[in-house]
Nanobody, 112 residues
Framework: QVQLAESGGGLVQPGGSLRLSCAAS????????VNWYRQAPGKERDLVAS????????NYADSVKGRFTISRDNAKNTVYLQMNSLNTEDTAVYYC?????WGQGTQVTVSS
């Protein structure tokens, strides 16, 4: 059974940082690209960042370029999203996606 489990969300002040994790089980993780998406209230789910199976070839939404970094540790079956210089527009539920599977999401709230 494939499972993706996000963690690391929370409440942070503007300008702060968070690191999200996506832990995978039930699949050969290193074979698949992984994407991070986010969905704000009343909005569509948007792609934030993606990373190739072996790492590298990162891509980012324009809104997060220079602030977010996606990385992966295939030995730990985990993908990370380091988020810096957070602002209120980053508030959303963040999801990881790989090989047709979604995690349950983790809430990120940026507020003073």
């Amino acid at each position: 059974q494939v499972q993706l489990a996000e963690s690391g969300g929370g409440l942070v002040q503007p300008g702060g940082s968070l690191r999200l994790s996506c832990a995978a089980s039930g699949l050969t993780f290193s074979r698949y690209a992984v994407n991070w998406y986010r969905q704000a209230p009343g909005k569509e789910r948007d792609l934030v960042a993606s990373i190739a199976p072996a790492g590298g070839h990162e891509n980012y939404a324009d809104s997060v370029k220079g602030r977010f970094t996606i990385s992966r540790d295939n030995a730990k079956n985990t993908v990370y999203l380091q988020m810096n210089s957070l602002n209120t527009e980053d508030t959303a539920v963040y999801y990881c996606y790989s090989f047709g599977y979604w995690g349950q999401g983790t809430q990120v709230t940026v507020s003073s």
